[in-house]
């Protein structure tokens, strides 16, 4: 793995960085993956429903302990270390990465875990600002790698409510809860359908017949930057406006097509982000059970509703989001595709016909050129296991 040809995988490259770096052995490796969302878009802070997966690609973290009681990390994808001390993680300056290290080693204090010191080597192929939640995987893969030095077991979903809460209190983006879920409970082969209000999961096939296509517009965005706060905001006014309209009602979640006259009541832009919301919750679900029924048609024509209600109900679309949408659209194999994520810049999902991936990936490529003069990035992936602990070396000493 150390030849001079350099480390071929992931996880290689990060067991390299902690050697090459703080001359330690793994003793735990964690492999975390991204998630890209079929359906069900800013739709998990209204406790609502939303039909993410696990990629292929992934963070890989590997850990071995320190002696002193200090967090030390590297990144393949970043210049700079970031060192923080155990017994007050949120203290001194690192750079923007590290504060996810930070707010994971936080809140996991806060919760009773004691933390030990560690060093971390990243390394991933999982891209960054591409709608892919590098972000999530950063949290999960740090948190396992801390929970895994300090011997305390915890259950996935609380794991995934700190992630959140790390990334909401310490990053500043108040995000929902899809993302840490994903990551954590993904299971291979299939989307999982997540209710954001009880926080159950069941999950559902994706077609044999069908691959997922990341189209990255490679116009990156930083959440923090963008409206997302806003967006969430507006929500949150709207459900308070119906609640008083309609006593019983704690968020959109509450409000069911049939209600959409109370949502126009509302004012603009309130009615609009709320009609979005109401709408994609049913999307998600009558795209649930086109799946389990093999229809694969029926699935493209919800993406393609979902989009147009993300561009025109909840303005999170962009130029060049646009011209990548049409690209994937005309291009061959493309069952249906829209924004994912957040928005305001990073990619649009396509759900492709299995074996024409490739023709695909050509003709979206030159049509988003075409359009926009820039080289979109594309990732074909699968729906892999969320995210997992193994053991690194025997040398390892905790
Ligand atoms: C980001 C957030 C998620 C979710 C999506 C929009 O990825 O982290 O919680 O709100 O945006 O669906």
């Known amino acids: 793995m150390d030849d001079a040809a350099g480390p071929t995988t992931p996880r290689a490259g990060a067991e390299t960085l902690l050697r090459a770096r703080y001359g330690l052995s793994?003793?735990?490796?964690?492999?975390?993956?991204?998630?890209?969302?079929?359906?069900?878009?800013?739709?998990?802070?209204?406790?609502?429903?939303v039909l993410p997966a696990a990629t292929d690609a992934a963070l890989w973290a590997a850990a071995a302990p320190l002696p002193e009681p200090?967090?030390?990390?590297?990144?393949?994808?970043?210049?700079?270390?970031?060192?923080?001390?155990?017994?007050?993680?949120?203290?001194?300056?690192?750079?923007?990465?590290?504060?996810?290290?930070?707010?994971?080693?936080?809140?996991?204090?806060?919760?009773?875990?004691?933390?030990?010191g560690l060093a971390l080597g990243l390394d991933g192929d999982l891209p960054v600002g591409a709608g892919l939640s590098s972000s999530a995987a950063l949290e999960i893969a740090a948190g396992l790698a801390f929970l895994a030095c300090a011997g305390h077991p915890l259950d996935r979903r609380s794991l995934a409510r700190l992630a959140q809460r790390a990334e909401v209190e310490h990053v500043g983006v108040r995000c929902g809860i899809m993302d840490q879920l994903a990551v954590t409970l993904a299971r291979a082969g299939h989307l999982l359908l997540i209710d954001c209000r009880s926080l159950e999961v069941e999950p559902v096939p994706l077609p044999a017949e069908a691959v997922l296509v990341v189209c990255d517009t490679?116009?990156?965005?930083?959440?923090?930057?963008?409206?997302?706060?806003?967006?969430?905001?507006?929500?949150?006014?709207?459900?308070r406006a119906l609640a008083a309209a309609r006593p019983g009602v704690r968020s959109l979640r509450d409000l069911a097509l049939r209600d959409l006259p109370l949502v126009h009541a509302l004012p603009a832009p309130l009615d609009r982000r709320a009609r979005h919301v109401v709408t994609e919750n049913a999307r998600v679900l009558e795209a649930v059970q086109a799946l389990r029924r093999g229809d694969l048609a029926a699935v493209g024509t919800l993406l393609r509703a979902s989009h147009r209600s993300l561009r025109d109900d909840f303005e999170v679309s962009t130029p060049e989001l646009e011209a990548m949408v049409a690209a994937a659209q005309e291009s061959p194999g493309c069952v249906g595709a829209r924004l994912v994520g957040a928005g305001f810049g990073g990619a649009v999902l396509a759900l492709v016909e299995r074996g024409r991936e490739a023709a695909f990936v050509a003709a979206a490529g030159a049509a988003y050129r075409r359009r926009t003069g820039r080289s979109g990035r594309f990732l074909v992936t699968g729906a892999a296991a969320g995210a997992e602990v193994l053991t690194g070396s025997q040398d390892g000493t905790w």
């Open 26 to 49: 793994p003793a735990v490796v964690v492999r975390a993956p991204g998630r890209v969302n079929l359906i069900g878009e800013h739709t998990d802070y209204s406790e609502g429903f």
């Open 70 to 116: 200090l967090v030390r990390a590297v990144s393949a994808a970043e210049a700079e270390e970031t060192v923080f001390p155990t017994s007050a993680p949120r203290q001194g300056p690192v750079p923007s990465w590290g504060r996810y290290l930070q707010g994971m080693a936080a809140v996991l204090a806060e919760a009773g875990v004691s933390l030990r």
């Open 218 to 239: 490679a116009v990156p965005r930083r959440l923090e930057e963008s409206g997302y706060n806003t967006r969430r905001e507006e929500v949150e006014a709207a459900a």
